[in-house]
């Protein structure tokens, strides 16, 4: 882009530039500044962090808060729970997906438009948050660990990216292995499965965000089982509890509280709930990009 | 082999036929086998809620058969229709979405813009790699973050206004109904400008450069040329996603407003959803709670069939 140097390098385009470098700029830092105030208050002090000012970095620095938190014997628990549905919910949606992305791109497969159409009706319309709530109560699982994997294994629209990433690859493998004698499954497992690397990992990313940072279904099926809470349901009470329609249910939190300033325990929950996520997204980058463009496209 | 199949498609008959799909079913069992279970699984997820929505035109009591529910035809949609906390949410679910689909929509498209015209590659990508950061964040966290944010104690926000002399004490932004449905779009537009903007972007990288070339050629300034060339290369872009988005409309789901609420905003931030789960799950009218959930499937249903009978006379495609 170095040859632009016509005559109209001119003012106009300097102010031009101006302007977008300071509106990127300004995208920065609003995005940044609440991570890093956030990141600061729970490594401050809590009785210094009341007297107020802090910005992005802490004053009276401590790890005093995270040891407090850590004390918390639900935040155990859900942690272990978030970790284990992200696991085995991600493996299965993938598995699912692709699965069922594979034989919808299969043009000779007799079912192919009816499971298609059935699928992305569920994309448009849905029973509604009561009759849902009722079926989980009518098939017993309410306060089991299985409602936060079964209900949410088949996701049309990762059906959907997954086949239009498969209607990509070149048909003619297939029809090699074909003529070798392989059944379809083995076709999928062996020919499908590791080409559709990029997309699976897309899928997987979307599915794994979506369940570490679900907290609703906690909330509504398994706020009885004490056993069953997950880290965004911990969080979410913490958060409610000193807002003004109080939880009675954070108790046990406000008990952590009253050690140190309720301000410090929630912004360290915080930390604790994002930081895997910081972590682990900008390396998926490349692939979620990817995705979201071949979703669009096709769905 | 398939020339052996056409030849017999000519002479069969209707019993033929029938016996033809069977042996096309036993070539295809291994697809069989893997799609039909997850039909029956999206068949009990998903649509065995549709049946509950018979429990609308019931007294539905939880613990007895079907069978021996009392109807009572459109009891609980008059109900519905009759109470004023309905046309609220009506009116709360309509404006956020309404609010949101604006700014969710303008806001990208102007980054992606302005992103666009970013010459330091490095630069450009560290921006947008920070800019996704908060579409991976769950809704507690942000709502965590916006109430922090604009805490009247030591919120960032307030202590700006305070030093920039707009204000002389902390103002209650959480505390002000008329203000949530902005706080609710402006936390929206935060989380979601980075991840929106994904497809404008790479809709503006199949622009050809030759384009560029030529209009500079000319002598277009630099905001002519985002004008006349980029903008207009992602039109089709635009349209499509906004036709998409608008049969989403009124499916806001109810998140947002459920962790940035309070009773002090609730005449602003109860939601149909919300109402719902209110006024019908909580107190245990579980078929007044269905009939405001088939309301609101029903207008989304409406409005999808709208916006694809807008899509095909634009585009002459469906997306359905």
New interface residues.
């Given amino acids: 882009?170095g040859s632009?140097g016509?005559?109209?390098s001119?003012l106009?385009?300097r102010l031009?530039?101006a302007v977008?470098?300071l509106?990127?700029a300004f995208?920065?830092v609003?995005?940044?500044?609440?991570?890093l105030?956030?990141a600061a208050i729970s490594l401050n002090d809590s009785i210094d962090?009341v007297r107020?000012?802090?910005?992005i970095y802490p004053r009276k620095f401590t790890l005093k808060n995270y040891e407090v938190i850590f004390s918390y014997q639900h935040l155990g628990t859900g942690f272990r729970n978030s970790a284990l549905r992200t696991l085995i919910g991600t493996a299965l949606g993938v598995i699912?997906s692709s699965?069922?992305a594979?034989?919808?791109s299969?043009k000779?497969?007799?079912?192919r438009r009816f499971?298609s159409v059935?699928?992305?009706l569920?994309m448009?319309?849905?029973?509604?948050?009561?009759?849902?709530?009722?079926?989980i109560r009518e098939l017993n699982m309410m306060n089991t660990f299985a409602v936060y994997i079964?209900?949410g294994?088949?996701s049309?629209f990762n059906v959907f990216v997954v086949r239009s990433f498969i209607d990509g690859l070149p048909y003619a493998l297939q029809e090699s292995a074909k003529i070798d004698g392989a059944?379809?499954?083995t076709i999928?497992w062996r020919i499908i499965l590791p080409l559709t690397k990029p997309a699976l990992a897309t899928i997987a990313l979307f599915v794994a965000?979506g369940h570490?940072?679900?907290?609703?279904d906690t909330y509504l099926f398994n706020s009885q089982a004490e056993h069953l809470t997950t880290l965004?349901y911990e969080?979410?009470k913490v958060?409610?509890s000193t807002?003004?329609?109080v939880d009675y249910r954070a108790r046990n939190m406000t008990e952590v509280m009253a050690q140190i300033s309720p301000?410090s325990v929630?912004?360290a929950i915080?930390m604790v709930?994002?930081l895997p996520?910081?972590f682990v997204?900008?390396f998926l980058?490349r692939y979620?990009?990817k995705g979201?463009?071949l979703g669009?496209v096709k769905s | 082999m398939e020339a052996a199949t056409t030849k017999e498609r000519k002479t069969e008959t209707r019993y033929g036929r029938t016996g033809r799909?069977f042996r096309?079913?036993l070539?295809?069992r291994?697809?069989?086998?893997?799609?039909?279970p997850?039909?029956v699984?999206?068949f009990?997820?998903?649509?065995?809620?549709?049946?509950?929505?018979m429990?609308a035109f019931q007294r539905y009591r939880?613990g007895r058969p079907f069978s021996e529910q009392e109807w009572v035809g459109l009891e609980h949609f008059r109900a519905l229709f009759q109470d004023d906390l309905f046309y609220q949410a009506l009116r709360n679910t309509l404006a956020m979405s309404l609010m949101g689909l604006v700014a969710g929509f303008v806001v990208p498209i102007f980054?992606a813009l302005?992103?666009n015209?970013?010459?330091q590659m490095l630069?450009?990508r560290?921006?947008q790699?920070?800019?996704?950061?908060?579409h991976?964040?769950?809704?507690?966290?942000v709502?965590?973050?916006v109430?922090?944010?604009l805490s009247t104690?030591?919120g960032?926000v307030n202590?700006l206004l305070l030093w920039l002399g707009v204000i002389d004490q902390p103002y209650q932004f959480?505390?002000k109904g008329k203000l949530f449905w902005i706080i609710v779009t402006l936390a929206d537009v935060?989380k979601e400008?980075?991840?929106n903007a994904?497809?404008y972007l790479?809709a503006i990288a199949g622009i050809g450069p030759e384009l560029y070339e030529a209009a500079?050629?000319d002598?277009?300034?630099?905001?002519q040329q985002m004008w006349h060339i980029t903008l207009p290369g992602i039109r089709t872009t635009i349209v499509i996603?906004l036709i998409m988005s608008i049969?989403h409309l009124i499916?806001i789901g109810f998140?947002k407003q459920f962790?940035l609420g309070?009773?002090?905003v609730r005449e602003y931030s109860q939601v149909l959803?919300l109402y719902?789960?209110n006024y019908?799950?909580g107190m245990g009218r579980?078929s007044f709670?269905?009939a405001?959930?088939?309301f609101?499937?029903v207008v989304?249903?409406i409005l999808?069939f709208a916006a694809n009978g807008i899509f095909k006379r634009v585009t002459r495609e469906s997306i359905?």
């Fill in positions: 882009m632009r016509f005559a109209k001119s106009s385009d031009f530039d977008v470098y509106y990127a995208v920065l609003i995005t940044l500044y609440p991570f105030h956030v962090t107020g000012g802090i910005t699912s699965m069922i594979y034989t919808l299969r000779d497969f007799q079912g499971v059935f699928l992305a569920t448009y319309v849905s029973g509604g948050l009561i009759p849902f709530f009722l079926l079964l209900p294994i088949v049309a059944n379809d499954f999928y965000v570490w940072n679900s907290w609703f965004q969080l979410m958060l409610q807002q003004s329609n301000e929630k912004m915080t709930v994002t996520i910081l997204y900008p980058q979620f990009v979201m463009t669009a | 799909f096309k079913a070539q295809n291994w697809l069989y086998a893997m799609s039909l997850f039909v699984w999206v009990v997820f998903s649509y065995l809620p549709l049946w509950g929505w429990m939880p980054f302005m992103l015209e970013v010459r630069f450009k560290f921006v790699t920070v800019s996704y950061l908060p991976f964040v769950s809704w507690v966290v709502a965590g973050i109430t922090k944010m104690e030591g960032p202590d959480m505390a935060w400008t980075g991840w994904i497809i790479a500079r050629v002598g277009a300034s630099r905001l996603l049969g499916s998140e962790l309070n009773n002090l959803d719902a789960l019908g799950l579980f709670g269905t405001i959930n088939i609101n499937s989304s249903v999808l359905m």
